[in-house]
């Protein structure tokens, strides 16, 4: 029999978080974020990771493992996950994977191998330099021309990937998707995947909110933090909702109540995309974000057992 694995998805504040400590505790499972930005030590509370005390309840994986510093990739994440649920499977636990990441969740699933390609600094920067100079959608439409698969699958602004797909494509000659044999998870494991969902006008009361208690609880501090830590707003890092506004903020671009109102327009925009990539999953069981948690474990378990 195939091991089961649960996959819960949704997009930023529909709760995803908490919910997965309530299906952990009640399914005997562990937890495999797959969140791009809670890898990093010291961004908690752009990234809305749960206080240490709540994650002590289940044992988490993924989170707090790179310095802002430090690359992570969608081919990191495959290859991490990929052992951790060989791991947990082995204790006789349910993995699951909980983010609001579409590319690193759909390229698990799909079983994607990426080349592993190591990073070329002098030729970043000089693509980073054309994204400054030249306008996102320069290097979006340079990216059209070579690997149009990859770029539609990316979002104009998604510099950070857009560099990477067109420095794999400089260094090897060949676009990122041309990943050869897929190895779709599907053949090791019973993939439940659950969705959460609330209506439009809620879910952006709830991204408000968060983003209005985000800057109570101190995000302001913590991005001054970094920065004078030495970590430079052009890092991958420093890209991430909230750290780049904040970042601009510091810097004089934006008075306070106008970077807290771009904040809140860019992360409604990035649930829009969230969703957008959601759609692409098939097999995928929408639940409410208010839907008691029993119904969605008596769920899981019909398609477990």
């Known amino acids: 029999m195939k091991k089961p694995l649960l996959i819960l998805l949704g997009p930023t504040a529909s709760g995803k978080s908490h919910l997965a400590i309530e299906l952990a505790k009640a399914l005997n499972g562990e937890i495999v974020s797959a969140d791009s930005m809670q890898v990093y030590k010291g961004m908690d509370i752009g990234t809305a990771k749960l206080a240490d005390s709540e994650r002590k309840k289940i044992p ?26 060989e791991a947990i499977s082995k204790r006789k636990k349910l993995p699951i994977i909980v983010g609001g990441t579409g590319l ?53 602004n998604d510099t950070k990937r857009i560099t990477r797909a067109l420095e794999v494509y400089e260094l090897t000659g060949k676009p990122i998707s041309a990943k050869g044999e897929k190895d779709p998870l599907s053949k090791k494991y019973n993939i439940i995947i ?76 990035f649930a829009k995309r969230q969703m957008t990539w959601f759609r692409r999953f098939k097999d995928l069981k929408w639940f409410d974000a208010d839907s008691p948690s029993q119904d969605i474990v008596k769920f899981i378990k019909e398609q477990i057992s």
Do not use: C
């Open 194 to 269: 659950i969705g959460l969902n609330m209506n439009r006008e809620d879910l952006y009361k709830k991204i408000e909110e968060r983003i209005d208690f985000m800057i109570e609880k101190g995000l302001i501090k913590e991005v001054s933090e970094l920065k004078n830590m030495g970590y430079k707003k052009e890092l991958s890092s420093m890209q991430a909702l909230g750290y780049k506004e904040v970042m601009d903020y510091l810097e004089g671009r934006y008075e306070r109540d106008e970077m807290v109102a771009l904040l809140k327009k860019r992360t409604r925009n």
């Open 60 to 85: 988490h994986h993924l989170i707090d493992i790179k310095n802002p510093d430090e690359d992570w990739s969608v081919a990191d994440f495959i290859k991490e996950t990929n052992t951790l649920l």
């Open 104 to 156: 690193y969740l759909f390229s698990l699933i799909e079983g994607y191998a990426f080349p592993v390609i190591k990073a070329d600094e002098e030729l970043r920067e000089k693509l980073q330099n054309e994204a400054r100079t030249k306008g996102n959608e320069y290097l979006y439409n340079k990216l059209m021309e070579i690997d149009p698969e990859t770029a539609k699958r990316l979002h104009v």
